[in-house]
């Protein structure tokens, strides 16, 4: 089992999303639902996703998570690793696009197992988003 994909195994997670700037990560979120996992929305521009209360940060969150996935703004991506690492949160996934330099620089100092460099759709649903898989696992980048 990769990294990336052991980072599906864990039992909870927040989703990190900013909604009045970017979609939330609403396919992930949903395919982890249907899976069983807590999932908690973490989105400080709107009240709701997919009928769940939102949480402004991770400070605020009603239980303990064992991993973040981060789909926000570059700009906003090192501020919630640093809330993870100070919420203890050891395992951290950063979409695709999203991540910095000093994101996961502050990820390596906090000793945050970070994933980042790919997109979590493919390591959850099937459908189109297989392909990317495939090309992946050719590419050695899986």
């Known amino acids: 089992m990769t ?27 949903a395919a982890l639902k249907k899976k069983g996992k807590t999932v908690i929305p973490v989105d400080p521009s709107v009240d709701a996703i997919q009928g769940d209360s939102t ?7 009603p239980e303990a998570v064992q991993g973040v996935v981060i789909e926000v703004p570059r700009e906003e991506t090192k501020d919630w690793v640093e809330q993870a690492a100070a919420q203890g949160i050891r395992h951290v996934w950063i979409h695709m696009g999203r991540e910095t330099p000093e994101a996961l620089e502050l ?15 493919m390591y959850l649903q ?16 899986y």
């Open 55 to 61: 949480y402004r940060d991770l400070e605020s969150l």
């Open 126 to 141: 099937g459908g189109y988003h297989s392909i990317h898989k495939w090309i992946n696992k050719a590419l050695g980048k």
């Open 107 to 121: 990820a390596r100092d906090k000793d945050i197992n970070v994933r980042s460099g790919t997109c979590a759709v």
């Open 3 to 29: 990294n990336y994909e052991s980072f599906w195994t864990l039992d909870s997670f927040a989703f990190v999303g900013n909604t009045a700037k970017k979609p939330f990560p609403a396919m992930s979120y």
